[in-house]
Nanobody
């Protein structure tokens, strides 16, 4: 069982920045693709950014150039650096871990709220 704990959410003005963190209970980066998803009120959960076991990254078109995913294996932590935030980025952000060899092993964090508003 893998536990993921997100932190770093909050209220920020448009154009501002936040950094989200996702701490894993064990070092899983070599076996899991890590990702960030978000869910706005009344909307479906959507993919935001992902990083593979090899370190390759990909992003949703809506966040390219503004959000950056990274990881620190020593700290067992994945980050989402969020820059130039817009009101439409307001959502609950979830950390995800997907086993690359067995998709049935998938874990989610509890989510952290990000609100972009003046």
């Amino acid at each position: 069982q893998v536990q993921l704990v997100e932190s770093g959410g909050g209220l920020v003005q448009p154009g501002g920045s936040l950094r989200l963190s996702c701490a894993a209970s064990t070092n899983i980066f070599s076996l899991y693709r890590m990702g960030w998803y978000r869910q706005a009120p009344g909307e479906q959960r959507e993919f935001v950014a992902g990083i593979t076991s090899g370190g390759s990254t990909n992003y949703a078109d809506s966040v390219k150039g503004r959000l950056i995913i990274s990881r620190d294996a020593a700290k067992k932590t994945v980050y989402l650096q969020m820059n130039s935030l817009k009101p439409e980025d307001t959502a609950v952000y979830y950390c995800n871990a997907l086993n690359i060899m067995a998709a049935r092993y998938e874990y989610w964090g509890q989510g952290t709220q990000v609100t972009v508003s003046s």
